[in-house]
């Protein structure tokens, strides 16, 4: 379960207008290419890239989608033409993309307002939020409290099953023990009773 | 009887036994010496028996006929939905065509469904007639056999015929699967209303049934799930039909599938942990039932160590006690000292 990418585009009239003209604009990007190799990291840098333009271009606003492409899923948020894009393999689950793609946007709204609207170049410097929440969600249940309550409730469940186990291993041995213990009981008695049978029985010798 | 298409092998011979019958009557009155009254019953003791055999009889007839009808409409049924298969193959052309093979096929449904619960209980009470009629005791061995036989062959052959309309009704959830399917592929929109009937369907049409009074209930149910399916499938066959649509009249219907389907994996996701955590409080109660079982074992043993340990000390006390008296048994042994000498003594007065 891995992000490889997270971008964030400026995806402002982009549907109505010239196409050449109207490209989202990369606003923040962060990228992990370290799966390939030294001489394609470029050009999977690149690819990235464009895959974002075009997604973005194509996400309505106020819409959530998400495109297969080849190994990857990339999912896009658009809210208010600011639009989030995550590159992400096919175990990843959905609903954790689109929570982490709005905390993204929340973090990205909070950070710079709303200056990027302004924004017509894509942005070269990368946004150290943006690479760290790369490396932090790289697991879903860190993002999504919804995916990390139910993996604990299922831990739980499963040492609960365990010891379900030790119970039942615990009951046979209390049964073992009570038998035991009667069987004790009734050796002690017949010891009782031998006892005071040769204690009365030659008074005379 | 002899109208019943089947394949039952039987032979009639209710001449003969009508014959067998005059012929009692004949050797019953000539028997019979006393008051005709008492003969009149006799005779009409017979003859209520063959009125009720002839009853028995033509019940029996009518239920034959009965399920020879019902099983050729199931098979004029089983023609239709094959027909409505192998259109769905010409797709767009006969999207107006296919709706009315539908209503047909309802409509034939829901007839045989009552035939089938008719002749059920037509059937039912031909047993108890049989029943009775075994229990009042007129007949012979033969008869009560031959009755009996009669009901079961019936009962066999409704039993096939509900199995065949079972496995009809199962085609049908698939032809209506597949098109549901197709239908998926240009509107998605239609797949949530789609979902649950076909998932309400499947388990009540895959019901087995292997005695007669238990069909009608699926299949009762079956037909109030398949009754709304029927007219909602109309709307949905219009986009199809007008399938070169604007594309962004789909993309649209596709977007607004894809936010109902992220909010729906999130009230998914919910209700699955509020579900565990149901679990994990019926675990925890189990839990809590079986350690306090357990801790009344815990207490028996308890006892019985006790017990041991009084036992234990008794028998100590005892074993002292006897220590005591083993080791401070001069006095006795100067008793036993004194005894043997008193029978030395009268050995010596005696030998000497």
Not at chain 2, 196 to 220: D, H, I, M, T, Y
């Amino acid at each position: 379960m891995r992000v490889t990418a997270l971008v964030i585009l400026n995806s402002a009239a982009s549907s109505s207008s010239s196409p050449e003209a109207a490209d989202p604009v990369v606003l923040a990007n962060a990228t992990d290419v370290s799966r390939f190799g030294y001489f394609q990291r470029f050009a999977a840098r690149e690819f990235i890239l464009f895959v974002a333009r075009t997604v973005a271009n194509r996400t309505p606003a106020g819409q959530r989608q998400s495109v297969q492409h080849e190994e990857y899923k990339v999912h896009s948020y658009n809210r208010h033409d600011l639009c989030a894009l995550a590159f992400m393999d096919d175990h990843y689950p959905v609903r954790s993309a689109f929570a982490l793609l709005n905390q993204i946007l929340d973090e990205y709204q909070k950070a710079f307002g709303e200056s990027w609207r302004g924004v017509k170049v894509d942005a070269t410097q990368p946004w150290p939020y943006l690479t760290e929440a790369l490396t932090k969600f790289q697991d879903p249940a860190e993002v999504d409290k919804l995916f990390k309550i139910q993996r604990d409730l299922d831990e739980t469940k499963i040492i609960l099953h365990k010891t379900i186990e030790n119970l039942l291993d615990r009951g046979v041995k209390l049964d073992d023990l009570v038998e035991k213990s009667s069987d004790l009981s009734a050796a002690s008695q017949m010891f009782y009773k031998q006892a005071k049978k040769t204690n009365q029985c030659c008074t005379m010798l | 009887m002899n109208s019943r298409a089947g394949q039952t092998s039987y032979r009639d011979r209710t001449h003969e036994f009508v014959k067998a019958v005059e012929n009692c009557k004949k050797s019953f009155s000539s028997t019979l010496n006393g008051p005709s009254s008492s003969t009149a019953p006799n005779l009409e003791g017979p003859k209520s028996a063959a009125s009720i055999q002839s009853e028995f009889s033509r019940r029996a007839s009518q239920i034959g006929l009965g399920i020879h009808q019902t099983s050729q409409k199931l098979a004029k049924l089983a023609k239709c939905n094959r027909e409505v298969f192998g259109s769905e193959l010409l797709v767009a052309k006969r999207t107006s065509v296919f709706d009315d093979p539908a209503i047909e096929i309802q409509e034939l449904t829901s007839v045989i469904k009552k035939d089938i619960t008719a002749l059920n209980s037509v059937v039912v009470d031909l047993q108890l007639l049989c029943n009775l009629q075994n229990e009042s005791g007129n007949m012979s061995r033969d008869t009560t056999n031959h009755s009996t036989t009669v009901v079961n062959n019936l009962k066999n052959r409704l039993m096939s015929t509900t199995k065949e309309f079972k496995e009809v009704l199962t085609m049908r959830t698939e032809n209506l699967k597949v098109h549901e399917s197709r239908r998926q592929l240009f509107s998605s929109s239609a797949s949530k209303e789609a979902a649950n009937p076909f998932l309400r369907q499947q388990p009540l049409v895959s019901k087995g049934s292997n005695e007669s009074p238990a069909p009608p209930a699926p299949w009762e149910n079956d037909s109030t799930s398949s009754s709304p399916l029927f007219p909602r499938r109309k709307p949905i066959g219009d986009p199809s039909s007008t399938q070169p649509l604007i594309p962004q009249q789909q993309q649209q219907q596709q977007m607004v599938a894809i936010q109902d389907s992220y909010m729906q994996s999130r009230a998914e996701a919910l209700q699955s942990v509020e579900s565990t955590i149901h679990e994990l409080s019926n675990i925890f109660t189990q839990l809590a039932t079986m350690v306090s079982q357990q801790g009344e074992l815990a207490i028996r043993i308890d006892e019985n160590m006790d017990d041991t340990l009084a036992n234990v000390e008794g028998a100590q006390g005892q074993l002292l006690k006897y220590l005591n008296s083993i080791s401070s048994n001069r006095w006795l042994m100067i008793k036993i000292f004194f005894v043997l000498m008193v029978f030395l003594m009268i050995f010596l007065f005696f030998v000497a």
